[in-house]
């Protein structure tokens, strides 16, 4: 089944440690994104890229880099974790149509302690 | 200022009773797009329906409308004949095509409870 699939599905961190975050999706979709979600806030936008090759940053980007190398894979960085980046991890990615949707995956629940 | 906003945090609605999740946006583009999603516990982000700015009819998906009053700037969901398996969270969320990230800007969220 197509769609977008995330690694890891949960991870706890200890503070300090790099983490990378994996987001891979197979329905050849041009722009993809990352969103972190925390209780009271909504999603929040990261970082996005519009196609491969090229990267930007969203609302709350400070301590998190991305990387397009191609269609399919959106790797999140965390180079050093802090406690609050402990947060529900969103990626996506948008079809390119009228209607814009953005198709979400699974999440990842990453604890940093 | 807030994009979007849902001032509703927990709503309760019966069984097979219809009920509407407010929410209202804030933009200066002519061209925007709004959406609703879906969070049950298990956690995964599903979209439920669009409306384009430029639509003059209101959105309809199965159960789900969206009543679009564009001068009011509000775009609040319709779910009718409430089921269980409707208890979850709704986040409404809005894309401005003048922006470069073409991403979306969410609510807070609504957790709503069908009671049985």
Redesign the interface.
Known sequence: IAGITQAPTSQILAAGRRMTLRCTQDMRHNAMYWYRQDLGLGLRLIHYSNTAGTTGKGEVPDGYSVSRANTDDFPLTLASAVPSQTSVYFCASRRDSAIDTQYFGPGTRLTVL | AQK?TQTQPGMFVQEKEAVTLDCTYDTSDQSY?L?W?KQPSS???I?LI?Q?SYDEQNATEGRYSLNFQKARKSANLVISASQLGDSAMY?C?M?ERST?????F????TRLTVIP
Request: aromatic share 28%; net charge neutral.
């Open positions: 979007i797009g959406f999603y956690g995964e982000m979209f669009y384009g986040f969320a894309r470069g990230a073409n991403n979306l969410f609510g807070t969220g």
